[in-house]
């Protein structure tokens, strides 16, 4: 009999990531075509989520403690995820549980086992290709039990057949988030990028890289829409630099539709990512993109120039060059934000990436 009931276990419901909004948006797809869903939140013990859910999903918040430091959490937070999670599969039936943070997914994987009565999928949302080697270790001797790994890209399909080959792996993209009514003119003076503060984001280095652009088109604006730690070192690179008046750096919001709508150009400069959701959201918006060439996501997400530019890692004259290409020229930034937005539409609409889900609960 097939389990109509679903389990997301994620770290936390109250961030604002790429990894939040995805989950959150399956777990309306999965409630909107029958299934029975509850999130559970691992290290909260209470509070909302930050993006919209239907009012019939269950929200379960475990409250385990996570430990900053890698030791720690090996040692005293595994303990401890282990007894909650392990209780969890115990006062569970006929449950299909979907791990989408990597410490949650080796955890959980544990404390699963062969258990028969519930099924574990673990979803994984980051760059394999560069993943630490006691990370692959912990894949390889954890997850040979579990019923299917879903991963976003193809490059880390590869990855993970070439370790786990007698475990079901399929690749299951992240679906837009929304489809929308209106598209940028792309007519602004303006360049955007959304995402945490973190060094993963490396934002340091595309500031870097906009000051003699910005410094030669001075009515053009560079925004950064996010929080983190990495805030006041960058507002102090900014300001060093002189660019006060054209970096500006904004809190996260849910309204970031109208970031989108008022900008001509997106750029990410990230070191890593799993699949960007934001990538997608900025090409639905009909804004062309220029991207470095990280692992993973942009090249399979950018088709280079027809929607934007992939761009070497950390080659700054590349970088550049096209980035004044598409300042430079109105037409080029719009035809390329409309073949972007259409490309979105055929390849990751929400239609075509639930009957994909459906299809993986349906065969385990």
């Given at each position: 009999?097939?389990?109509?009931?679903?389990?997301?276990?994620?770290?936390?419901?109250?961030?604002?990531?790429?990894?939040?909004?995805?989950?959150?948006?399956?777990?309306?797809?999965?409630?909107?075509?029958?299934?029975?869903?509850?999130?559970?939140?691992i290290f909260s013990d209470k509070g909302n989520?930050?993006?919209?859910?239907?009012?019939?999903?269950?929200?379960?918040?475990?409250?385990?403690?996570?430990?900053?430091?890698?030791?720690?959490?090996?040692?005293?937070?595994?303990?401890?995820?282990?007894?909650?999670?392990?209780?969890?599969?115990?006062?569970?039936?006929?449950?299909?549980?979907?791990?989408?943070?990597?410490?949650?997914?080796?955890?959980?994987?544990?404390?699963?086992?062969?258990?028969?009565?519930?099924?574990?999928?673990?979803?994984?949302?980051?760059?394999?290709?560069?993943?630490?080697?006691?990370?692959?270790?912990?894949?390889?001797?954890?997850?040979?039990?579990?019923?299917?790994?879903?991963?976003?890209?193809?490059?880390?399909?590869?990855?993970?057949?070439?370790?786990?080959?007698?475990?079901?792996?399929?690749?299951?993209?992240?679906?837009?988030?929304?489809?929308?009514?209106?598209?940028?003119?792309?007519?602004?003076?303006?360049?955007?990028?959304?995402?945490?503060?973190?060094?993963?984001?490396n934002y340091a280095e595309l500031i870097e890289?906009?000051?003699?652009?910005?410094?030669?088109?001075?009515?053009?604006?560079?925004?950064?829409?996010?929080?983190?730690?990495?805030?006041?070192?960058?507002?102090?690179?900014?300001?060093?630099?002189?660019l006060v008046g054209q970096i500006s750096i904004?809190?996260?919001?849910?309204?970031?539709?109208?970031?989108?709508?008022?900008?001509?150009?997106?750029?990410?400069?990230?070191?890593?990512?799993?699949?960007?959701?934001?990538?997608?959201?900025?090409?639905?918006?009909?804004?062309?993109?220029?991207?470095?060439?990280?692992?993973?996501?942009?090249?399979?997400?950018?088709?280079?120039?027809?929607?934007?530019?992939?761009?070497?890692?950390?080659?700054?004259?590349?970088?550049?060059?096209?980035?004044?290409?598409?300042?430079?020229?109105?037409?080029?930034?719009?035809?390329?934000?409309?073949?972007?937005?259409?490309?979105?539409?055929?390849?990751?609409?929400?239609?075509?990436?639930?009957?994909?889900?459906?299809?993986?609960?349906?065969?385990?």
């Amino acid at each position: 009999m097939v389990s109509k009931q679903v389990c997301l276990l994620i770290a936390d419901i109250r961030k604002s990531g790429g990894t939040e909004r995805a989950v959150f948006n399956l777990a309306n797809d999965l409630c909107e075509i029958g299934y029975s869903v509850t999130i559970v939140s691992i290290f909260s013990d209470k509070g909302n989520a930050f993006y919209p859910l239907v009012s019939n999903i269950r929200i379960e918040h475990l409250g385990v403690y996570f430990q900053t430091s890698l030791v720690k959490r090996l040692l005293v937070g595994f303990r401890d995820l282990y007894k909650a999670l392990n209780q969890l599969n115990k006062r569970a039936t006929n449950t299909i549980f979907v791990a989408t943070d990597p410490f949650v997914s080796f955890v959980m994987a544990k404390a699963h086992g062969a258990d028969k009565r519930n099924k574990l999928i673990v979803c994984e949302h980051m760059a394999l290709s560069i993943s630490k080697f006691y990370s692959v270790w912990f894949r390889r001797a954890l997850f040979k039990k579990v019923d299917a790994v879903v991963v976003l890209t193809n490059r880390d399909l590869e990855f993970i057949r070439e370790r786990l080959s007698d475990v079901k792996s399929v690749v299951i993209p992240n679906r837009i988030s929304f489809l929308p009514e209106k598209l940028s003119s792309c007519q602004s003076k303006t360049v955007l990028s959304v995402g945490r503060l973190e060094p993963q984001k490396n934002y340091a280095e595309l500031i870097e890289i906009c000051e003699p652009i910005l410094k030669a088109h001075s009515d053009w604006e560079l925004i950064i829409v996010g929080g983190g730690s990495q805030k006041e070192m960058l507002l102090g690179l900014i300001k060093s630099k002189q660019l006060v008046g054209q970096i500006s750096i904004k809190e996260p919001t849910r309204q970031i539709v109208d970031y989108f709508l008022g900008a001509s150009i997106y750029v990410m400069s990230s070191i890593y990512e799993g699949f960007p959701m934001v990538l997608l959201e900025a090409k639905s918006y009909g804004l062309p993109i220029v991207s470095f060439d990280c692992p993973n996501g942009p090249r399979e997400m950018i088709v280079d120039q027809k929607d934007g530019y992939l761009v070497d890692m950390h080659n700054h004259a590349d970088f550049r060059k096209s980035l004044e290409r598409l300042i430079g020229d109105t037409a080029l930034r719009a035809q390329y934000g409309m073949d972007g937005s259409k490309d979105v539409n055929l390849r990751y609409a929400k239609k075509e990436v639930i009957v994909e889900w459906k299809k993986l609960l349906d065969s385990i």
